[in-house]
């Protein structure tokens, strides 16, 4: 199956700072990337659809002004969580996808807010 | 609004049995159900996926039925094995949406030898 990688696998910032998290397709180019947030124990929410150069589509209740997506080329996305806080700790998950197919996952990325 | 609801939320089953895992939607317009696999610290992935237009899908030990006038569907895990451990969601999604999918709540498999 397709490969999507995710960079940084776990980290660690200071309430208050902002965090990039990327996730890119190694193998295949994705026209659509969704972006999940996993809270312990729990499902998979998905935060928002970015589709490669345009805008992002955020669920409800998803702060776009905090949770920055940009889907700049077919194989790369970014989510910067700005300002993050304690309550933004979570496990952030993308996948991607080429002409509405399925959806390859990547493995996460674990965010600790102090 | 839980567009999908997952049961059971957790199953112990012994090595060799058969699990099974449930799931029910509301929506008519869902028309992919897929299965996924999710170990501790790791993205799910893709277990196996029916259309509507059939009744059952078989992949090796796993197998997907689903009914399309309850609007349920179930995974069968059979020989369940130890390294079967894991969570499982069900997830619905509509092809009009570039296969965004909904997931279930999850069920905690634990195979025990």
């Known amino acids: 199956g397709a490969v999507v990688s995710q960079h940084p696998s776990r980290v660690i910032c200071k309430s208050g700072t902002s965090v990039k998290i990327e996730c890119r397709s190694l193998?295949?180019?994705?026209?659509?990337m969704f972006w999940y947030r996993q809270f312990p124990k729990q499902s998979l929410m998905l935060m928002a659809t970015s589709n490669e150069g345009s805008k992002a589509t955020y669920e409800q209740g998803v702060e776009k002004d905090k949770f920055l997506i940009n889907h700049a080329s077919l194989t790369l996305s970014t989510l910067t969580v700005t300002s993050a806080h304690p309550e933004d700790s979570s496990f952030y998950i993308c996948?991607?996808?080429w002409g509405g197919g399925e959806q390859f996952f990547g493995p996460g990325t674990r965010l600790t807010v102090l | 609004q839980q567009q999908v609801k997952q049961s059971p939320q957790s199953l112990i089953v012994q090595k060799g049995g058969i699990s099974i895992i449930n799931c029910a939607y509301e929506?008519?317009?869902?028309?992919?159900f897929p299965w996924y696999q999710q170990f501790p610290g790791k993205g799910p992935a893709l277990l196996i996926a029916?259309?509507?237009?059939?009744s059952e899908k078989k992949e090796g030990r796993f197998t997907i039925s689903f009914n399309k006038s309850a609007k349920q569907f179930s995974l069968h895990i059979m020989d369940s094995q130890p390294g079967d451990s894991a969570t499982y969601f069900c997830?619905?999604?509509?092809?009009?949406?570039?296969?965004?999918?909904?997931f279930g709540t999850g069920t905690k498999l634990q195979v025990i030898p």
């Open positions: 929506n008519t317009a869902f028309d992919y």
């Open positions: 997830a619905v999604g509509d092809s009009g949406g570039y296969q965004k999918v909904t």
């Open positions: 996948s991607a996808t």
């Open positions: 193998d295949f180019q994705a026209t659509t």
């Open positions: 029916i259309r509507p237009d059939v």
